[in-house]
């Protein structure tokens, strides 16, 4: 009866530690309720783990210039969808449907449509 209880005791233990880890892939610090379609010029790549992340310059409504920071799933997930470590380029031109950060940075996540240089890819 010890071993199993320890067992037990052993296996909520690092679940409840193990937890958290799941935590970072949430959508909490996004507004999820509206997307947002930014245009723009890539000016960075990021092909890595934990996430892919795609740099884009847009111009707001009043002509300013915005440098966002995309988020993509992991390198992995974005194979299966058909990207590859060269699918942006710095030069690129695109339309991309996002969600942005709750707190008004210029942070968002891919959502739907991905347009580079007239060419529609999967988010």
Known sequence: MGKTLAVSLLTIGLLTFSIPLFAHHGAASYDVSKTIVLK??????????P???VKVDVKDDSGNLQHWLIEAQNPRSQTNAGWSKNTFKPGDEVAVDAVAAKN???IGRFTGRIVINGQVFKP
């Not at 723009?40 to 783990?49: A, L, M, P, Q, R």
Request: charged share 10%; proline share 6%; aromatic share 18%.
């Open 40 to 49: 723009g010029i890539v000016t960075d790549y990021v092909w890595s783990n």
């Open 51 to 53: 996430h892919v992340f």
């Open 104 to 106: 008004g940075e210029p």
